[in-house]
């Protein structure tokens, strides 16, 4: 079956960084659109990011040149960079495969 295992959240001040990972099992990796998507309390998911086969990407405005999605095929992961941290970032983050496919999700909390 799919799996998909995100790590790297955790706190950390407004302004600093952090790196989220998802290591994908079970599909076809290099074939499957990925993304990232977040929920804050009482807040809808929205997308984050996505990364299709042929490296295209789509971000929401939000995090527009502040936050970078990228993969590796070879390791069948997808990577958030996620600089320039602002406490409205503070959600529970989310892998996706193929808009369907969902991790457990990884809570990210912008505080000082």
């Known amino acids: 079956q799919v799996q998909l295992v995100e790590s790297g959240g955790g706190l950390v001040q407004p302004g600093g960084s952090l790196r989220l990972s998802c290591a994908a099992s079970?599909?076809?990796?290099?074939?499957?659109?990925m993304g990232w998507y977040r929920q804050a309390p009482g807040k809808q998911r929205e997308l984050v990011a996505t990364i299709t086969s042929g490296d295209s990407i789509k971000y929401a405005d939000s995090v527009k040149d502040r936050f970078t999605i990228s993969r590796d095929n070879a390791k069948n992961t997808v990577y958030l960079q996620m600089n320039s941290l602002k406490p409205e970032d503070t959600a529970v983050y989310y892998c996706?495969?193929?808009?369907?496919?969902w991790g457990q999700g990884t809570q990210v909390t912008v505080s000082s």
């Open positions: 079970g599909i076809a990796f290099s074939t499957s659109t």
């Open positions: 996706n495969a193929r808009y369907t496919h």
